[in-house]
């Protein structure tokens, strides 16, 4: 674990202030990538154009519904453990270990090859996260597990749409948005 500037004066019961503060940081962090993402699905649906627009823009927002709502979770139970959660644009981008969305007004298949790439990111980083503090406060494992359920299946609606009748991703061995973004539009040309 990082050095943590300061212990919280109390935290759940059973945990000592220590304890408290390691789930917190865990938390901080997945709420960067939770913010970051809940941004990211609106700049999508803003910037979604051709075929299938309103397919890919009206599926987009129910998911940053249940993000942000997975957001005010996180910070709530950051707060309950007794430590302060940082939710400011600037806080994000300095602990941010991934870069900015990088595509702009662009076609719903590149965009959701870019997403594929998003999702599998943040989903990653959730269940490293759930793993990390699976014996130091079940609580705060639920939460994240939770989570998991429901942004797994959102990725399952992205890779729907990346999917052939075979079953194969037209976005596999990709590691970038950009190079998702042109796998998923050349498996349509
Ligand atoms: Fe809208």
Same mark, same amino acid.
Do not use: C, F, M
């Given at each position: 674990m +990082? =050095?943590?500037?300061?212990?919280p004066k109390y935290t759940v019961p059973t945990l000592t202030p220590d304890e408290g503060a390691q789930v917190a940081e865990v938390l901080q /962090?997945?709420?960067?990538?939770?913010? *970051?993402?809940? $941004? =990211?699905?609106?700049?999508?649906?803003?910037?979604v154009v051709g075929p299938h627009f309103i397919a890919v823009h009206e599926m987009l927002d129910p998911q940053v519904d249940a993000v942000r709502a997975m957001v005010d979770a996180i910070a709530e139970r950051i707060a309950t453990l007794g430590a302060a959660p940082s939710?400011?644009?600037?806080?994000?981008? +300095? +602990?941010?270990?991934?870069?900015?969305?990088? $595509?702009?007004?662009? =076609? +719903?298949?590149?965009h959701l090859g870019a997403l594929d790439e998003v999702y599998q990111g943040v989903i990653t980083g959730h269940r490293t996260a759930a793993t990390d503090v699976e014996e130091l406060d079940d609580? =705060?494992? *639920?939460?994240?597990?939770?989570?998991?359920?429901? /942004?797994?299946l959102f990725h399952w609606f992205v890779r729907a749409h990346l999917e052939s009748a075979g079953g194969a991703l037209s976005t596999a061995g990709a590691t970038t948005e950009k190079d998702a973004a042109q796998q998923a539009t050349s498996a349509t040309e």
């Open positions: +990082a =050095t943590r500037k300061q212990l /962090l997945r709420l960067h990538a939770l913010n *970051d993402l809940a $941004l =990211t699905l609106k700049h999508v649906h803003w910037n939710g400011t644009p600037g806080a994000i981008v +300095a +602990a941010r270990t991934w870069n900015d969305y990088s $595509l702009g007004r662009a =076609t +719903a298949i590149s609580v =705060t494992n *639920d939460l994240l597990v939770g989570h998991l359920h429901e /942004l797994e």
